[in-house]
């Protein structure tokens, strides 16, 4: 099949959008404690009510791929996007921010199960690794992006010197609320992407025996493995990691340093997520050259000294060390996930739907810390965070693939072999 390059940069402008819409919550913690003036327990909710979707849409949205189009599934995680979004701009309040996350968080759940699938159809299959990692990048970027967006509507809304988009969303949002002005942003670029993708012709997606999910006998095969299970906590760990962090540091970094949420805070958590990104081009590298599991703890170890430093050190230390973090996190997903599907010798299309489930990590441990941090403060609180890590640095000493990672050492030694 001829590639064409035009729906390939399509898809990872789809990549870009789900970044956009699914990490800009850190940066707005603090201004909804103070909006809605909530406990630190109540505010963790918040994060909880979104990646919670993804616990409970993973593998229903990986069966409703597979039975029905592609382009239907898109149009309807966009529209379940667009609800949610313009729901919330509509009537900013707690209580409606938890329903708008969640029906966020199922369409992003949807989105991320078709679109690999579709990435590798639409791009070839030997271009797949290549895209993949190119997608990651505009994933990334995303990230970084937003929430300096959200930096420049909070400093220019309602300022008396908007101009542009910010003047445009002047009377849309409250003056007090400045910063729901990103949700009318989220509601007009998803309702733009169920117009652009109405009108796209996409070719059929096959899915491959690895990435079919199997809710009878592979399910069963799988539940009954103790690596699997393992490895779904791994999961759980990692995304609790990257987000508990990325949701509470710019409301510690204001607790603790009485640090602006709009200015220091937006710029500590893009750059936080932008590092997370480069490191990701770094641990690409060190895997043609180490074993991963000697990448792991290597990385998790420079997590681990990042978030004590950012936690305990000065303001100076916090702006460098948090974002540190993000870029020692950067290989822990790719790493994890590809030790646990080359650690059971089948059924690994149901496997990643399991693993997608311990995407909830995101919404159980950023929750916890919220819970924690009304009783012993939250600097304390998220020192929780270093189990979590913990874990992550075990699996390089128990995980024990029937596969492992190829490097050029590896290749040198086959050769001589051969």
Not at 364 to 387: E, R, S, Y
Request: hydrophobic share 55%; glycine share 8%; net charge neutral.
């Amino acid at each position: 099949m001829k590639i064409n390059y035009a729906l390939v940069f399509f898809i990872f402008i789809i990549f870009f959008v789900i970044s956009f819409l699914s990490n800009i919550l850190g940066p707005l913690i603090p201004d909804l404690v103070s909006s809605f003036d909530l406990s630190l327990g109540l505010a963790g909710f918040l994060p909880f009510a979104f990646f919670v979707a993804y616990g409970v849409a993973s593998i229903p949205s990986g069966l409703l791929v597979e039975k029905y189009k592609a382009k239907k599934v898109l149009v309807s995680a966009f529209f379940l996007a667009f609800t949610g979004a313009i729901l919330f701009a509509l009537i900013p309040s707690f209580q409606i921010a938890l329903l708008s996350l969640f029906i966020i968080g199922v369409g992003m759940a949807m989105l991320q199960v078709v679109i690999n699938p579709l990435l590798r159809t639409v791009g070839g299959e030997s271009e797949f690794a290549f895209n993949s990692v190119l997608a990651q990048l505009f994933f990334g970027a995303a990230s970084f992006v937003s929430p300096l967006l959200y930096s420049y509507f909070v400093q220019n809304i309602h300022s008396g010197k908007a101009s542009g988009l910010a003047a445009a969303l002047e009377n849309l949002v409250p003056q007090n609320l400045t910063w729901v002005s990103l949700y009318w942003v989220f509601a007009v670029i998803s309702l733009l992407m169920v117009l652009v993708i109405v009108s796209v012709k996409f070719p059929k997606v096959e899915f491959k025996e690895d990435e079919k999910i199997d809710t009878g006998v592979a399910f069963s095969e799988l539940k009954s493995n103790r690596m699997v299970w393992l490895y779904f906590l791994g999961i759980f760990a990692y995304v609790g990691t990257e987000q508990g962090v990325a949701n509470w540091v710019s409301q510690f970094l204001q607790t603790y340093h009485q640090a602006d949420p709009s200015t220091v805070g937006a710029s500590v958590i893009s750059n936080y997520w932008g590092l997370l990104t480069i490191g990701c081009l770094l641990g690409l590298l060190l895997l043609k050259i180490f074993d991963s599991r000697k990448v792991l703890q290597l990385f998790t170890m420079g997590a681990f000294i990042s978030l004590l430093a950012g936690l305990f050190g000065d303001l100076a230390t916090a702006k460098i060390a948090f974002p540190l973090v993000g870029f020692f996190g950067s290989v822990m997903w790719s790493i994890i996930v590809s030790l646990a599907l080359n650690s059971v010798p089948k059924h690994h299309g149901t496997f990643s739907g399991i693993l997608c489930t311990g995407i909830c990590g995101g919404a159980i441990v950023p929750l916890i810390i919220g819970n924690l941090a009304d009783w012993i403060g939250l600097k304390w609180a998220m020192l929780f965070l270093t189990i979590t890590l913990g874990y992550i640095f075990s699996i390089g000493i128990w995980a024990r693939p029937l596969i492992t990672n190829s490097t050029i050492r590896n290749r040198k030694e086959e050769a001589v072999n051969s």
